[in-house]
Structures are given as structure tokens and as C-alpha cells.
T-cell receptor, first 111, second 113 residues
Framework: AQKVTQAQTEISVVEKEDVTLDCVYE???????LFWYKQPPSGELVFLIR??????QNEISGRYSWNFQKSTSSFNFTITASQVVDSAVYFC????????FGGGTRLMVKP | DAGVTQSPTHLIKTRGQHVTLRCSPI?????VSWYQQVLGQGPQFIFQ???????GRGNFPDRFSARQFPNYSSELNVNALLLGDSALYLC????????????FGNGTRLTVT
């Protein structure tokens, strides 16, 4: 199976700290897409970003930024100046033939 | 526009029973996928349908089946329920399979006792 691994199961930070969530994926596909989703305590999965395998340009969107490195099969996600509302479980996922999610990283931001 | 809607929101069943979960995609979306999320884990892919045809199936037993209707809504059926089937069942829709961002519903929480 082509796995998506999120080695950090739980991270706790204090508000305003920067935090990086790691994601490493396996794939035999030449074309694939990578996603990050947020799952707040209410349970719904919220789409954050999609990146295709041909686009290694890193992206910044407000306090969020993503670092895609094909050479290391990593797609890391950084939140700058974290806020309590960022507390959630974050999932990295890969789409090739099917969508595969990592196990998730629970982020707790304390005031 | 309404997002992905799932019904019911919660369900309690007994072992051996069957269950039908329903999903209505975002208007204009023709692809629907189903995922099982056991507590504390990431969602696991069950099925994907596109234009009413099955496009993919995850590693789930034949007790799990699904279908997509002409209006692109979908049903997930699970027969002979086991305690281990207790989970949050998520439906997602997209314009096309694979490449589109997936928009998820709020899920159906199934408890098997």
C-alpha cells in the first residue's frame, strides 16, 4: 500500500508560536495530488490546499504555508502565529488512483 | 448553495442488522466518494462513484456496497453489521474524480451495539 505518514500524532503549542506539521508520502504514480484537510472538534473535514506533483512551488496563504519537496516525498504544513481556533486534527492526503489519508496530527493551541 | 449533505447524522444499530446511509453531493458535482473514519484514525477510502459507475473500491468486505443515482446522490449500504463497523462515515463530492478538491459532508456517526 502507498502510505501517507504523519509522524506527529499530537502537538501542543502556545498561542502565537509557529508550528509545522510533517507529512511524508509513498507513491509509484507519476502524477498525483496532495491535500491538507482540517478537522475541527465539530467533525467536518475542511479542505485547505491541493498541490499537484508537477508544481513544487511553495505556497503561502495568510498564516498558512506549505512546503512540497518531491525529492524527499514530503508536503509539510506550517501555521505562523498560531491561534486557539487552529486547534484541530490536520490530515495530509494523497490522490493517485485513490485517496489515501495519513493518520492525522492533533494540534492543540493553548492561550 | 448547499454543501454535501448526509443523513442521518447519528444512527445506532445492533450487530447483524443492515444500514443505509445517504449522501447528496454539491450541485453540479458528479463524483461521490465514501470514507470510514474510526475514532482516532484518518479516513479510509471505501468507494468512489463517478457518473453512476463505480470508479474505485477500497479494502472493505463485500458487506459494504454503494450505488449512485441519476441525480448523483449516493447510498452506502452495510450488511451484517459488526461492532467494528462503528465509525464516522463521510461522504465527499467533487466535480471529477481524483483531481478536484473534495468537499466533505458532516458525516453519519454509526454506533453498532
Amino acid at each position: 500500500a502507498q502510505k501517507v505518514t504523519q509522524a506527529q500524532t499530537e502537538i501542543s503549542v502556545v498561542e502565537k508560536e509557529d508550528v509545522t506539521l510533517d507529512c511524508v508520502y509513498e507513491t509509484r504514480d507519476t502524477t498525483y495530488y496532495l491535500f491538507w484537510y482540517k478537522q475541527p472538534p465539530s467533525g467536518e473535514l475542511v479542505f485547505l490546499i491541493r498541490r499537484n506533483s508537477f508544481d513544487e512551488q511553495n505556497e503561502i496563504s495568510g498564516r498558512y504555508s506549505w512546503n512540497f519537496q518531491k525529492s524527499t516525498s514530503s508536503f509539510n504544513f506550517t501555521i505562523t502565529a498560531s491561534q486557539v481556533v487552529d486547534s484541530a486534527v490536520y490530515f495530509c492526503a494523497r490522490v493517485g488512483n485513490m485517496l489515501t489519508f495519513g493518520g492525522g496530527t492533533r494540534l492543540m493551541v493553548k492561550p | 448553495d448547499a454543501g454535501v449533505t448526509q443523513s442521518p447524522t447519528h444512527l445506532i444499530k445492533t450487530r447483524g442488522q443492515h444500514v443505509t446511509l445517504r449522501c447528496s453531493p454539491i450541485s453540479g458535482h458528479k463524483s461521490v466518494s465514501w470514507y470510514q473514519q474510526v475514532l482516532g484514525q484518518g479516513p479510509q477510502f471505501i468507494f468512489q462513484y463517478y457518473e453512476k459507475e463505480e470508479r474505485g473500491r477500497g479494502n472493505f468486505p463485500d458487506r459494504f456496497s454503494a450505488r449512485q443515482f441519476p441525480n448523483y446522490s449516493s447510498e452506502l449500504n452495510v450488511n451484517a453489521l459488526l461492532l467494528g463497523d462503528s465509525a464516522l462515515y463521510l461522504c465527499a463530492s467533487s466535480l471529477r474524480p481524483e483531481r478536484s478538491p473534495l468537499h466533505f459532508g458532516n458525516g453519519t456517526r454509526l454506533t453498532v451495539t
